[in-house]
């Protein structure tokens, strides 16, 4: 066996930062588990992997969720579970198709509950426009799996002209992003404090996968996508940036963000870029390709406020930098600790 790359006397037991989408989960990926289980497919940190079979081009992608709580505005484990793997699909350029659904159940979970949930499942499914064709149930003791847990696996199929990756992006693409951000992520935590305001803030949790298929449809030059879950826009970001070695500018007052998720924000000391979504898509295009990709986005009833948000720089330096309301620049790196653990 070999030795382990993290220095295991700094962190020697798992955070729950290590799943926040942020620095220390990068970096459980990049000493860790990328060294230890390395192929080109998992090198190239992709929403999912995209390969090759029996001469078909197909992605494959597999997710795990967590949340807590289990019901929250605006949807539920669920429906979340499908979209999350129907919208990595998506990102990777691919027609999902298929996905298999994983439930560990505690002991003692409601049967009303587990059958919103499956039903959800369903409903979510039939949106989308996927089969769920295969699956497994495990109970475990009660106390042991927060009520439950899911694991969904997608297969999709990707045209051969289809080329999507960090490694496309070139200086002047510009950045694009399908809405405003950070509402799963406060409609998440505004439930768990008990916070309450004038404008309710639900999750955005949706399919992303007709959008996307639309926008593939057009012909334009899609560098990359990419739907901003954990660690959120700025993590996206980051990883894009490190995968094809540019510098990213983003400007501030470009960025939506509903006023009640702002003001939830500054109440609860928190980033909205560092903020989960699970309905929005942010895109690397070509800049010929910019207006024409909007004008797609804005068409959809999950795109009405798309907006460009910032471009690929000509500087091979890894970077993010956000130009602020103020007119000056700072750098948005990935976020060290964990804004929001159970997220997603």
Same mark, same amino acid.
């Given at each position: 066996m070999p030795s382990c790359p993290v220095p295991i006397s700094e962190y020697e037991r798992v955070l729950l930062a290590h799943g926040g989408g942020g620095k220390l989960s990068a970096r459980l990926f990049e000493k860790m588990i990328r060294p230890c289980l390395s192929n080109p497919w998992l090198d190239l940190s992709h929403d999912g992997a995209? #390969?090759? !079979?029996?001469?078909?081009?197909? *992605?494959?992608?597999t997710d795990s969720y967590v949340i807590q709580p289990i019901i929250f505005p605006g949807g539920n484990i669920g429906e979340l579970a499908v979209n999350g793997t129907v919208n990595d699909l998506a990102c990777c350029g691919a027609r999902p198709m298929y996905i298999s659904l994983g439930l560990i159940l505690e002991e003692g979970l409601e049967m009303e509950v587990l059958w919103k949930i499956i039903c959800s499942v369903r409903e979510a499914a039939d949106r989308a426009g996927v089969k769920v064709v295969t699956g497994d149930t495990k $109970? /475990?003791?009660r106390g042991k799996a927060d009520r439950i847990f899911i694991n969904t696996s997608g297969i999709g199929i990707i045209g051969e002209e289809t080329e999507v990756s960090p490694a496309s992006c070139r200086p002047g693409d510009k950045i694009l992003l399908s809405g405003k951000i950070a509402e799963h992520g406060i409609a998440i935590m505004s439930t768990r404090t008990g916070l309450e305001f004038d404008s309710p803030i639900v999750s955005d949790t949706a399919p992303l996968n007709h959008m996307v298929e639309k926008i593939m449809a057009s012909g334009a030059g899609i560098r990359v996508m990419r739907d901003p879950t954990r660690g959120g826009v700025a993590s996206a970001l980051n990883e894009i940036s490190r995968s094809c070695g540019y510098r990213f500018i983003i400007r501030e007052k470009d960025i939506p963000v509903a006023g009640a998720v702002q003001g939830a924000c500054e109440i609860l000391g928190l980033d909205p !870029?560092?903020? *989960?979504?699970? &309905?929005?898509?942010?895109? #690397? /295009?070509?800049?010929?390709d910019e207006q024409? $990709?909007?004008?797609?986005?804005r068409a959809d009833p999950l795109g009405k406020e798309a907006a460009c948000i910032g471009? $690929? +720089?000509?500087?091979?330096?890894? +970077? /993010?930098?956000?130009?602020? /309301?103020? &007119?000056?620049?700072?750098? $948005?790196?990935m976020i060290?600790?964990?804004?929001?653990?159970?997220i997603c």
């Open positions: 995209m #390969i090759r !079979l029996e001469g078909r081009r197909i *992605a494959f992608s $109970v /475990v003791d !870029l560092y903020i *989960a979504n699970e &309905g929005k898509l942010l895109l #690397i /295009v070509d800049p010929g024409k $990709v909007l004008k797609i986005i471009e $690929v +720089l000509d500087s091979r330096d890894k +970077l /993010v930098e956000m130009e602020t /309301v103020i &007119g000056s620049t700072r750098i $948005v790196d060290s600790g964990e804004q929001l653990p159970r």
